[in-house]
Structures are given as structure tokens and as C-alpha cells.
């Protein structure tokens, strides 16, 4: 089940971020827009993404029983910040806001949305020349919204986690444009998305 | 049950073989390379005479034991390594929630196969204590686990080291009381295995992190005394490790 | 290198394998059960047949000592017998329906452990010689004669060839009654029980398992219908996937009705319609109302009052307690203006009893046997249960050292055995 599937991405991304990064460890090549050195080396650097996100999570989105007209494409929106220290393993936090499905009754008229607010801590290494992989571990506070028969809001703490890649582009000395591949899982739940976003990443502090 | 050791022991019996086989390469018995890297779990014959790393384990209960006592309060964890000997050294722990804690030691033998690879066998001995008040009547728990465990490590560089674990988890004793009365003392002996895959590199100035994962399977996780459970299954704990090494 | 660590991580995630517990119900198929040879018992042998019965084949998988309990589902005029086999060992237990075939007295079933999944099918028979001719012809057993049952069982998938044998040896215990009250129904959805907990399904099942009684747990939706859920909120150890999370007490009855399903897929129960189900399709006589909510108990007090009275309009004696397992309901409950005259259960103190002028007092199990609060409950009057007592080594303890008039567990089946035995 979802355990597994954890176990298998963890697993890659584990061997990813060893595999990748040693080479990247040996030349700075691997350095999203290296500058020279300013105090400790020291760097915050912000990351805006937007995209769109499809629901994957093998629990599916609703059981036999309803008839829905399921839409699992959705908007995914976040935004993360990054210390990035004197070595190449990062450190950070990331937001956002996920929705992961929603649907309409067949039989009669009625909504339902699942959405997500991740809260994560997030780890980051430049696996290549601007290839980065992130992966982080945390709290999505889901909310249900639903409307048949008045409309109801509910929310739900569950503990998940995430996996990215990215190619960054440098635009200037801090600013860079960059493609993320995305799988976002609220696995106590069992609900995942993998998302695709175009991201605005700038070093905006050093020291 | 008693099924367990055999099939741990098999699977341990397979990866020696696996990585021995592999590697005709003996290892050196008199020089041991030395590493750079800063490590607690990799597993490598000790250069300084003690190690230490600090940070926490996070753990998400399943809900069909815990139901709505379902928390997700993260463990204290700190790491210690001493020095005996060339090829050996003390593994030491605590895991602390202040209401349930659990201090595990053992001993470890390690050395390299070759360049790259290292391998280390130990035997830990954990007590595991807690304490609840319920109306009044405080219930405390206790008990006693022996994880025999193998690692298997890997150095990608100088810097990076990934660390494959098993462990074969063995339950004791455990022993709970309400007051003086005794109201649980039941347990398996063979009561299941962990396996983790764990990366340590350097983060900041000199200091590494620990970044794990650790898959236990159990019919007793100690976190969940207090729910005195009596499921004879071996139900999946998913350990998230991270440590940042002193 | 490297190729060897990833044939190592693949040994990883082979020894990773999680697994998915369940617990389905074997094939019961029985050819010459199914035939229009074997025909329904008459109820009057139900009974005599009634018993402690040594296991003298089987007994490696299931023990030495058995109890047998005759329990029924009633469906309007149509009603199902069931003969539980109660068993000690790793709290098994066989469900089997009963039929007449030619001389002989036929059984078909499963048999479950509920501290794992194991399970089988099972076929028992008692030959004419065996005791099926003084049965079925309602003939008298002489001072020498024995009930003798013979029959096979199976494990998992596997054939069912395994010998079972068990002989009578004496009736059962009933010197002093026990109150044996499943839990939510009659158990835990994680128990992988047939029917998801605090089900229609699950409390029709529920004397099956050896249970006098039942504990049910009761919310109210937004718009004030009284329900049986246990968990504050809807979530995936409950209830199927619909998107909805969050409290239940968010949503409206129709809401909940058309949209979401328990996990063997029922819908979420009205307290009515599991009241009405324990009066007129079960043998239950105790029903422990656990208050889940914080309100207005009103609700629970007219359904209690109504089906207290149906059920004593169709001869029956059903005892239907209201359970204040904190001050808030203790507060709710006094606050109703006839709260001296309902019948309730108090979790807290024996002051708490004494205020509340509660019925029953139901301390936790943790806290031990309480011989002497015990006593003082029954000087006034009033009757003892401990809840929720699962470990089985325990539940033997209460009920041989222990003075409790009722045990709330899991494992009703334990608890009978536990009792059925004692001599």
C-alpha cells in the first residue's frame, strides 16, 4: 500500500541524492548560481512556484458507492525558503496550497473539495549543473469543503511529506527561473499529488 | 513468532553474502583508511574516542491502535559513540518524550570490506520506561528489548555515507502497572524487524546531518504501552531520523 | 559498486514489505449442508446442547475446554440460530449454523482468532449414537450419557481436513450473572471483524460473539440526530474515502447519509435505528449508551425511554443505560429534568454515582479490581462494570478475583469463555 510506495520514492531519492551528489559534490558545477563568497557563505534563498497538480495517491478519490464526476487536475501553488550553507545540503521550509481533488454528484447536485495546506521541512542538494532534488517531511492541514445541503467546511491535520526536482535557469546574479517536478503526500491520509510549476527562485539574503 | 529470527537471520545470511561475494577485495586488517566524514550510524571503526550527534525521531502511530489517542510528537534523540578498541565501539541512545523515554546501548564491531564499503554487526540492549495519570491513578510501564542489527555502509566520497540497516526486534519483558497493581505482562519474544536506509553529509561549517529512514515492523512498539494493544500482527511504524552530528 | 548497493536497497525494499491486514470470511460451502436433505432444527434442542465440552481433537489450535452458546438473529418471523464454540486459545471462537440431515445434527461455519487474522471453515456433525437421536427426539439424557461432536476444520484457503472433536462435560456456569458487553456493537473496525464497529450489521452479530449486552457509542449531527460513531472526526480508519474529514458534528444527517460509508461500506446508523435493531432482531438485554458528545441529552433520553417500552411491549427485558464518562455529561445529564429516573452508567468517582443517582459504576480497567468500591457500589444498591478490558489474562483475573457485575471488552468471546467455565 501507501507505506510501500513511501519506501520506494524515499529510497530513490535517498540513492538520487548519494548517487548524483557525489559527482556534484567533487566541482562546484553543481551550485545553483554560485557568487563568490560574502562572510560565512551563507545564503537565503526563496522559491515562488505555481503549476498545476494531478491526484495520484493509490487510495483513490472516492469508493463505488458515490457516483461523481471526478476532477483530479488542479492549481498548486507554493512557496519555500532555503538556507543554503557553506556545504551543498540545504536546508528549509515550504507552503503552499494543494488542492487534491475535487468532484460533483452524478445523481444530484453536490461539491466536494479536498484541499491542502503543507507546513514541511525541506532538505535540498544540487544533484547537477542547476539540477536540484528537495525532499521534505511535515504537516498537511487538509480541509474538506462541501456543498449538498448547506455548505460545510472541516479540516484535518495529517502528516505527509514531499519529493522534488528542479532545473534552475539563472536570470542574474540572484534570480533564477526554474521547471519543478513535484510529488506531494499527505500519507497519513493517503492523499498524494504530482505537480508541475514554474518557479521564481531568488537568493535574497547573504551573509 | 518463532518464524521471525530464522527469516531475519536468512535475510541478513543473504546481504553478508551478497556483499562479500561481491567484493573479492579482503579487508585490510591492519590499516583501516581513515574517513572524513562525520558519522553516528555509518558503520566504520572509530578514529576519535567519542562521537555524538543530537536531534529527533518522528513517528506516525497507526491509527487502527492508537484511534483517536493518535499523536505525533516527535523524540529527542541523542547519539553516542565510544571508542573500545580498533574495531570496536559503544552505540549509545535515548529517545526521550519526557512521559516515555528509552535508553538503548550495545556494542558494535566494524570494518571495512574495501574502499567504499564497511560493515558492522551489534547487539543493543534497550529499557524503556513511561509514565501516564489517568483520574488519579498514575500507570507506569516498563520493559526490556535486544535488537541484534547489521549495517552495511557505503561511501559515495569522502563526505557522503549511506548507511543500510536491519534489526530483528526482541521483546523482553514488559511489565505495567496502576498504582502497585500489575495490569499488563504479556509479550512476544520475536515480535518483528526494522530496516532503515540512512544518508549522513556535512551541513554547516563542521557539523554533519543525519537524514533516516527506519521501517519497523512490530506486533510492540514501546510508544504505544499505554494502549496495552493486543493485536498479534506486525504493524508498520514509519521512523523519520534526523540528527545533526556535533 | 554502486550496482551492489542497489542490489542492496532492493533487498531493502523486498524486507520492507507492508503488509494489509484482513480477516475474510472463508468458503462455507457444504454440499450435503446445502441439499434439500438437511432441514432446519426445531429451536427446543438449542438448549440442551448448551455446554463446557472438552476439545479432544484440535485442541493444539484451539485449546482443551470449549463453551458452546446458542445465540439468534431475528428477521421478522424468519429466525437464524448460530452455535458459538467459545475457545480460550488466542481468543478463537467458531460462528456455525445448524441443520437437520437424515439422524444426525450438521453444523456448517468459520472459526476466527482475534488477536491475529487466522481463520477457516468449519463442519461438525453429531451422529445419531453421538447424542443427535435423545435431541432431536427430545428424549432425556441418562446420567451416563454424553454429547459427543465430531467434524473437520481448515486453515485459510487450505482444505478442510484438520480432525475436531469435542465431548460435553458439564453446563455452563450460572450461579452468578455476568454482563458481557462488546465494544461498539460488538467490536473494533481494526478487530477485521465481518461488519465495521458501531454497524447495523455488527450489533446483529454481536451475541454471536458470546456478548449479553452492547456498548454503542452516540453523536449528534449538526442538525441534532443522534448517530453511532466513536471518533470525533470522519477519518480513514473508519469510514471509506469521500474526501470528507474534519468533525462529524459538521455535518448534517442527510449529509453523512448520502455521502459517506463505513468501511465494510453501511451507512453511519441513527441510535434509533440500532435501538430498534437490538430490540427486535437480537437476544441483547443491556444496551451502555457511551456519550460522545457534549450537549443536550434530551435526545438520548426520549430513545431510551421509547424502546425501554417496546421492548417490555413485546415481552422483552432490554436495559438501556446512558453513560457519563466525564463532568460535562454529568452536567448534561442532571440538567435533564427527569435524570433521577433514567437508568445511566458513571465512569467517575463513587461520589459522582452517589450525585448523579447512576445506576451502574464503570471505573477503568487499568485501575484494578477495586474489590471493596466494589462492595460499596452493591451495598447501595447499584451495580459494577469495568471497561474496556481486552487482555485476555486479565479478564480471567476480574472475573475470578474480581466482584464486577458487567465486563465491557472486544473480546466478548473471552469473556464468556472465561465465565461459562467457572465451576
Known amino acids: 500500500m501507501y507505506g510501500n510506495k513511501i519506501k520506494y520514492i524515499s529510497l530513490l531519492l535517498v540513492l538520487a541524492f548519494a548517487t548524483a551528489q557525489s559527482k556534484a559534490q567533487r566541482k562546484s558545477g553543481g551550485e545553483f548560481m554560485p557568487s563568490k563568497k560574502v562572510g ?5 534563498v526563496a522559491y515562488a512556484s505555481g503549476g498545476l497538480s494531478y491526484y495520484v495517491s493509490g487510495g483513490g478519490t472516492t469508493t463505488t458507492f458515490l457516483k461523481t464526476n471526478v476532477t483530479k487536475l488542479n492549481p498548486l501553488t507554493t512557496l519555500r525558503v532555503m538556507w543554503h550553507p557553506d556545504h551543498l545540503l540545504r536546508l528549509g521550509v515550504e507552503t503552499g496550497y494543494v488542492t487534491f481533488y475535487t468532484y460533483t454528484l452524478q445523481d444530484t447536485v453536490g461539491k466536494v473539495s479536498l484541499n491542502g495546506i503543507p507546513l514541511l521541512i525541506e532538505w535540498n542538494m544540487p544533484v547537477a549543473k542547476r539540477f536540484n532534488v528537495f525532499v521534505g517531511t511535515g504537516v498537511y492541514f487538509l480541509k474538506s469543503n462541501l456543498d449538498y445541503g448547506g455548505k460545510t467546511s472541516s479540516s484535518k491535520a495529517s502528516l505527509g511529506w514531499m519529493a522534488a526536482a528542479s532545473y534552475t535557469q539563472p536570470l542574474t546574479k540572484n534570480l533564477g527561473v526554474a521547471a519543478e517536478l513535484k510529488y506531494m503526500d499527505a500519507s497519513e491520509t493517503v492523499n498524494a499529488v504530482m505537480g508541475l510549476q514554474v518557479q521564481l527562485v531568488w537568493k535574497f539574503f547573504r551573509w | 513468532m518463532t518464524k521471525r529470527l530464522p527469516l531475519f537471520l536468512l535475510q541478513t545470511f543473504i546481504v553478508a553474502c551478497s556483499l562479500f561475494s561481491a567484493n573479492a577485495q579482503q579487508p585490510t586488517t591492519d590499516v583501516i583508511p581513515r ?5 553516528v550510524f555509518f558503520p566504520y571503526p572509530m578514529e576519535k574516542h567519542w562521537k555524538s550527534s543530537i536531534g529527533f525521531v518522528l513517528t506516525t502511530m497507526p491509527q487502527e491502535i492508537t484511534e483517536e489517542q493518535h499523536y505525533r510528537i516527535p523524540a529527542i534523540d541523542f547519539h553516542v559513540l565510544k571508542k573500545v578498541s580498533k574495531r570496536w565501539y559503544i552505540d549509545g541512545r535515548v529517545n526521550a518524550q519526557i512521559v516515555q523515554n528509552m535508553l538503548s546501548i550495545g556494542p558494535r564491531w566494524a570494518t571495512p570490506i574495501n574502499k567504499k564499503l564497511s ?7 534497550a529499557c524503556w520506561f513511561g509514565f501516564i495519570t489517568t483520574e488519579g491513578f498514575k500507570t507506569r510501564g516498563g520493559g526490556w528489548l535486544n535488537t541484534p542489527n547489521i549495517s552495511l555502509g557505503y561511501q559515495f566520497n569522502n563526505k557522503i555515507l549511506l548507511t543500510i540497516k536491519g534489526e530483528a526486534l526482541m521483546n523482553l519483558s514488559f511489565k505495567a502497572y496502576t498504582g502497585e497493581t500489575p495490569v499488563a505482562n504479556t509479550h512476544r519474544l520475536f515480535s518483528g524487524s526494522a530496516f ?5 553529509q556535512p551541513l554547516y561549517s563542521h557539523h554533519s546531518l543525519t537524514l533516516g529512514f527506519r521501517a519497523v515492523y512490530t506486533d510492540f512498539y514501546w510508544q504505544t504501552w499505554a494502549l496495552f494493544e493486543t493485536f498479534q500482527r506486525n504493524i508498520y511504524y514509519p521512523e523519520v531520523i534526523v540528527g545533526l552530528i556535533l | 559498486m554502486k550496482k551492489y548497493i542497489l542490489i542492496l536497497s532492493c533487498f531493502f525494499l523486498v524486507a520492507s514489505c507492508t503488509k494489509r491486514f484482513s480477516a475474510p470470511l472463508p468458503d462455507t460451502t457444504w454440499s450435503a449442508f446445502d441439499s434439500a436433505k438437511a432441514t432446519p432444527l426445531i429451536s427446543s434442542i438449542n438448549n440442551r446442547l448448551e455446554g463446557v465440552y472438552a476439545i479432544t481433537n484440535g485442541n493444539g489450535t484451539f485449546g482443551d475446554t470449549a463453551v458452546l452458546k ?8 424468519d429466525t437464524s440460530f448460530y452455535l458459538s464454540i467459545l475457545c480460550e486459545t488466542e481468543v478463537s471462537y467458531f460462528i456455525c449454523e445448524a441443520k437437520r440431515l437424515d439422524t444426525n445434527i450438521i453444523f456448517k461455519g468459520y472459526w476466527r482468532k482475534m488477536v491475529n487474522t487466522e481463520t477457516g471453515a468449519v463442519r461438525l456433525t453429531i451422529s445419531r449414537k453421538g447424542g443427535a437421536d435423545k435431541l432431536l427426539n427430545n428424549i432425556a439424557f441418562a446420567s451416563t450419557d454424553t454429547v459427543n461432536i465430531e467434524g ?8 478442510t481436513d484438520q480432525p475436531l472433536s469435542l465431548k460435553y462435560i458439564r453446563p455452563l456456569y450460572k450461579a ?8 461498539r456493537g460488538g467490536g473494533r473496525t481494526s478487530d477485521l471483524l465481518p461488519a465495521s464497529e458501531n454497524s447495523l450489521e455488527i450489533i446483529k452479530m454481536a451475541s454471536q460473539f458470546g456478548a449479553t449486552g452492547v456498548e454503542i457509542d452516540v453523536r449528534l449531527t449538526s442538525d441534532g440526530v443522534p448517530i453511532l460513531f466513536h471518533d470525533k472526526s470522519l477519518n480513514e480508519r473508519v469510514v471509506q474515502r469521500s474526501g470528507l474529514y474534519g468533525d462529524i458534528d459538521n455535518y448534517t444527517y442527510q449529509q453523512l447519509y448520502t455521502l459517506v460509508r463505513l468501511i465494510k461500506g453501511e451507512r453511519i446508523p441513527t441510535l434509533r435505528e440500532a435501538l430498534n435493531t437490538i430490540v427486535y432482531n437480537t437476544p441483547l438485554q443491556f444496551v451502555w449508551l457511551d456519550t460522545k458528545y457534549s450537549g443536550n441529552l434530551q435526545p438520548m433520553r426520549d430513545l431510551q425511554k421509547e424502546f425501554t417500552a417496546k421492548a417490555t411491549a413485546i415481552g422483552r427485558k ?13 452536567n448534561n445529564f442532571m440538567a435533564l429534568k427527569d435524570y433521577k429516573a433514567a437508568a445511566s452508567v458513571c465512569e467517575l468517582s463513587l461520589e459522582d454515582v452517589e450525585r448523579t443517582g447512576a445506576t451502574i459504576w464503570a471505573p477503568r480497567w487499568t485501575l484494578g479490581k477495586q474489590n471493596d468500591e466494589v462492595d460499596k457500589v452493591h451495598a447501595a444498591g447499584k451495580r459494577a462494570m469495568v471497561w474496556t478490558l481486552d487482555v485476555p489474562a486479565s479478564i480471567n483475573d476480574f472475573i475470578t478475583q474480581g466482584k464486577f457485575d458487567g465486563i465491557l471488552s472486544n473480546y466478548p468471546s473471552v469473556t464468556a469463555y472465561y465465565h461459562y467455565v467457572r465451576q
Open chain 1, 40 to 44: 560565512k557563505g551563507y545564503a537565503l
Open chain 2, 35 to 39: 574517513i572524513y566524514a562525520k558519522s
Open chain 2, 119 to 125: 560493515i558492522a554487526v551489534g547487539d543493543d540492549i
Open chain 2, 196 to 200: 532503515s536506509i540512512i544518508l549522513e
Open chain 3, 70 to 77: 446458542w445465540s439468534y438473529t431475528a428477521n421478522g418471523r
Open chain 3, 152 to 159: 473437520i476444520y481448515g486453515s485459510g484457503p487450505l482444505a
Open chain 3, 176 to 183: 452468578k450473572p455476568l454482563e458481557i458487553i462488546a465494544h
Open chain 3, 318 to 330: 432490554v436495559e438501556i443505560v446512558i453513560g457519563l464518562p466525564d463532568d460535562d455529561a454529568v
